[in-house]
């Protein structure tokens, strides 16, 4: 079991849909990240926030867009998605402290059609 | 973050100790070099992290060279369950975050 907590588990979605996803964790850490990972590559870096801020975005397009209301939870709203964005969606989070790793949920698996 | 390489891919066979390669040798002075493993269909784990000294916990060693120009995981006892892709990682620490590249990462297959 993992102490980052993403909902769905797994998605399907048309192109015109509007859709979200979850990452929720209750360890107290103040760093949450995005990370979309298509098959058999490895993890590729989205989004990073700080202290509920916005501090990375690796350049993402549009039709992505994060969201981190408290310390707590963070969201991926998701529009006019293309097939090629079905991907494994991960969170991970990590306390504020240098040495400290980061925690990875296990993913949204989404498949747009 | 320095760049990172590793062989795509290696055996082992169950209760050897697997060695796993790291090649970081644009590494500066302080970056940390972490290692992280994903089993199939989960997110990745984190398993140790040193700067300089060889750094050991329940999970794995971690031997870095003098020069800090390259590394080896050491998972003593491999087990079936150790059967995952390994991710040798050269960050730096941003100030209340971190930037994590994953490279491609080690395919490790356990053999019975």
């Known amino acids: 079991d993992t102490e980052v907590t993403q909902t769905p588990k797994h998605l399907v979605m048309g192109m015109t849909n509007k859709k979200s996803l979850k990452c929720e964790q209750h360890?107290?850490?103040?760093?949450m990240y995005w990370y979309k990972q298509k098959a058999k590559k490895p993890p590729e870096l989205m989004f990073v926030?700080?202290?509920?801020?916005?501090?990375i975005n690796e350049s993402v397009p549009s039709r992505f867009s994060p969201e981190c209301p408290n310390s707590s939870l963070l969201n991926l709203h998701l529009h006019a998605l293309q097939p090629e964005d079905s991907a494994l969606y991960l969170c991970a989070s990590s306390p504020g402290g240098a040495f400290s790793p980061l925690h990875f949920g296990n993913g949204t698996r989404l498949t747009v059609t | 973050d320095a760049k990172t390489t590793q062989p795509p891919s290696m055996d082992c066979a169950e209760g050897r100790a697997a060695n796993l390669p790291c090649n970081h040798s644009?590494?500066?002075?302080?970056?940390?070099v972490y290692w992280y493993r994903q089993i199939h269909s989960q997110g990745p784990q984190y398993i140790i992290h040193g700067l300089k000294n060889n750094e050991t916990n329940e999970m794995a060693s971690l031997i870095i060279t003098e020069d800090r120009k390259s590394s080896t995981l050491i998972l003593p006892h491999a087990t079936l369950r150790d059967t995952a892709v390994y991710y040798c990682?050269?960050?730096?620490?941003?100030?209340?975050?971190?930037?994590?590249?994953f490279g491609t990462g080690t395919k490790l297959q356990v053999i019975p």
């Open positions: 990682i050269v960050r730096v620490f941003l100030g209340g975050y971190q930037k994590v590249t």
């Open positions: 360890m107290g850490h103040r760093a």
């Open positions: 644009t590494i500066s002075g302080n970056e940390y």
């Open positions: 926030y700080s202290y509920e801020k916005l501090s």
